[in-house]
């Protein structure tokens, strides 16, 4: 508002009274300037006015503090709702998982099982009536019949039924979508992808998980099994042995009645071979001193003693050995025939506990595959006198790596395998031998005799215990469609020959019309197996319930 020249003007009006009192009687009333009578607050004035603070701030007069009726509060902020901040929460999650789903990670369901058993499809499992040995059978695709009425264990070989179990789920993985934008694919690894079979208008471009086998400009063949490019047998490492190897025997599932006494048979305890040898005695079937349910002892405890067993392929209800085939339980085969192809490519894993040993002691593991057989020897003591030796038996040592023993007082994990004819031996979950040695290999073979006892397993000079056994076969692909088996499959300067593990169950390159997937129709890498399923139970009013949960022990990293 316009105000008339003065000079009151300039100066708050609590100091004007001030001046006028001092120059005026009091007697005589100054004129009023034309004012409304109430004028507006000093707080605003101040405010509005473009002009500095005048004398206000002077020394001689110090502004007087502001009136506390004058100072205005601050409206009060309303407190923000719970249930507001949540829902901003949840959308904002939701936001980030769809960005993170489109562009990088995704989730995946597997319904059936051409992966198994690395990966599991809708299935069903129960216990082994006889080993407590978990049995799993994939949904069937087709014709339902007896195909959960009458499925063989793949440790002891009973006839369990699963007509009455829950079904459950298939594996969920998460999914890489961005890995073969910075990288191709690499051999061994899984790959998800568009089918490329464009003769089924169903399979065509529908999402496919497969095994990357065959790498651009490679001519691929199955023989015997094993997978050759350009003539040359693809051998596998430490870690893809462990993603395609399939269960023959674990020890720790023990059958009652009876045990495992039948599938070991016990070898003497014999003198050191660098002694003079001794009478030979036939082996037979290990004693309940050797075989303690699901544990071998291993006594040799003296400087000159041997002692050893030998793994073999007995049917506890036919009573007899048997080659070992590339029978899966999980395709629901009733039992094993002779149109199963057989199989020779083993690994052993086991717990070796060292109780006692001996000066010069060691630990022998042997694996045969129908024409040869290699041995691991470690020494058992101090680590810095240590030693072990991959030998191919008959002539003379693969290789040999110092400072490596079971010390005694421990327990070690030891894994030892002749697959794709390489021997690997890893103890406490690494490879023994040095990056700069050549692996142990051995010139790939046309023909394999059937194997009845791939494992032996020796003692010298100590006490050793063995515990967690496992027996395992390679994936064996079988020589079915055209694609690598009829007439080799060439890749493309950008394609891939993809294979299942489980080939006898499998869609996959050998069918197709085509044998090559193209690498633009790869979606990604499966990275982790986050949702595997078994059935759980629980008692409620005296009636068991059966639900599915979490199988931990197989929610892992995949290589």
């Known amino acids: 508002m316009d105000r008339p020249e003065s000079p009151t003007a300039e100066v708050s009006p609590e100091s004007s009274a001030v001046q006028v009192a001092e120059a005026v009687p009091p007697p005589i009333a100054l004129p009023l300037p034309e004012e409304p009578a109430a004028p507006e607050p000093l707080e605003l004035l101040s405010l ?45 999650f939701v936001c980030f998982f769809l960005l993170v789903r489109t562009f990088a990670i995704e989730p995946f369901g597997v319904p059936t099982g051409s992966m198994a058993p690395a990966l599991i499809g809708n299935h069903r499992e129960a216990p082994c009536p006889r080993c407590g040995y978990p049995v799993t059978v994939g949904a069937p695709t087709g014709h339902t019949g007896d195909h959960y009425s009458n499925v063989g264990c793949p440790n002891c070989g009973k006839r369990v039924s699963l007509a009455d179990a829950r079904d459950l789920n298939g594996d969920r993985l998460m999914v890489d979508k961005n890995v073969f934008n910075v990288r191709h694919p690499r051999r061994w690894e899984m790959g998800v992808f ?249 010139p790939a073979v046309a023909k394999r005799a059937d194997v009845v006892r791939p494992l032996q397993l020796r003692a010298r000079g100590c006490r050793l215990v063995v515990k967690n056994l496992r027996i395992y076969r390679d994936t064996h692909y079988t020589h079915s469609g055209t694609h690598g088996t009829e007439r080799p499959a060439v890749m493309g300067a950008a394609e ?11 869609q996959d390159a050998r069918n197709w019309s085509v044998a090559g997937v193209p690498e633009g129709e790869f979606i990604g890498k499966p990275f982790l197996i986050h949702q595997p399923l078994r059935p759980a139970r629980f008692t409620v009013g005296g009636q068991d319930r059966v639900f599915q949960t979490v199988d931990w022990p197989r929610l892992r990293w995949l290589h």
């Open 496 to 506: 891939y020959f993809m294979l299942g593990d489980n080939s006898s169950c499998s």
């Open 48 to 92: 509005d006015s473009a002009e500095p603070e005048p004398a206000l701030a002077s020394e001689e007069e110090p502004a007087s503090p502001p009136s506390p009726t004058t100072t205005e509060t601050p409206p009060e902020r309303p407190e923000a709702s719970p249930y507001r901040t949540l829902a901003n929460l949840a959308v904002g």
């Open 194 to 442: 568009h089918c490329p079979d464009t003769n089924d208008a169903k399979e065509y471009r529908k999402i496919y998980v497969k095994r990357v086998v065959g790498l651009p400009g490679e001519s691929l063949t199955i023989q015997d099994g094993d997978v050759y490019a350009n003539g040359e047998l693809l051998r596998k490492g430490l870690a893809e042995l462990r993603e395609t190897r399939v269960t023959v025997f674990e020890m720790a599932y023990t059958p009652n009645p009876g045990g495992w006494n039948q599938r070991w048979l016990t070898e003497p305890v014999e003198n050191d071979p660098r002694l003079p040898p001794t009478a030979a005695r036939p082996s037979e079937p290990a004693s309940n001193s050797v075989v303690r349910g699901g544990e071998l002892f291993l006594d040799a405890n003296n400087p000159e003693a041997i002692a050893g067993v030998i793994y073999r392929q007995w049917n506890l209800d036919d009573r007899k050995e048997e080659p070992i085939r590339a029978w899966a339980s999980y395709n629901s085969r009733s039992g094993l025939t002779n149109d199963v192809p057989p199989v020779h490519d083993f690994a052993f894993e086991a717990e070796v506990q060292v109780e006692a040993a001996s000066p010069d002691a060691g630990f022998t593991c042997r694996l045969f595959d129908g024409v040869d057989s290699v041995s691991a020897d470690v020494t058992v003591g101090a680590k810095a006198n240590g030693r072990a030796t991959i030998t191919h038996d008959g002539h003379g040592p693969l290789a040999a790596v110092r400072g490596v023993s079971l010390e005694p007082g421990r327990t070690h994990r030891v894994e030892f395998s002749f697959i794709d004819r390489r021997a690997i031996l890893a103890i406490d979950g690494k490879d023994v031998l040095p990056s700069t040695n050549p692996p142990a290999d051995l």
